[in-house]
């Protein structure tokens, strides 16, 4: 396992359509098979500030997923919305197990965010 969180600061007038854009790509993320989770977080009191919190099966996946149409799309259409460069921390799982990331059967992640 493998988890990126990607911190990313994009400019205050680009709020709105960075995120329909990157829950595209997380919506279509979730269904690589390499791809354990894919969490869009905005920061409570700077809503210009997200994290991504892409969790990999293994440590080929990150790059597979860049290979992905959907996430090229989503590289261009949000490189101009940044403020600054995005930056990645990677970890390593400690817990839950493997088996505890996985979401279950028939979970709609993006249920609440009808974009």
Known sequence: MLIVHVHVRVKPQSVAAFMAATLENARQSVREPGVARFDVIQQADDPTRFVLMEVYRTAEAP???????????????????????????????????????????GFDPFARHAV
């Open 63 to 105: 790059a597979a997923h860049k290979e992905m149409a959907h996430y090229q799309a989503w590289r261009d259409a949000v490189a101009d919305m940044m403020a600054e460069a995005r930056a990645s921390v990677k970890y390593g799982n400690v817990f839950p197990a493997e088996a505890g990331w996985d979401l279950p059967a």
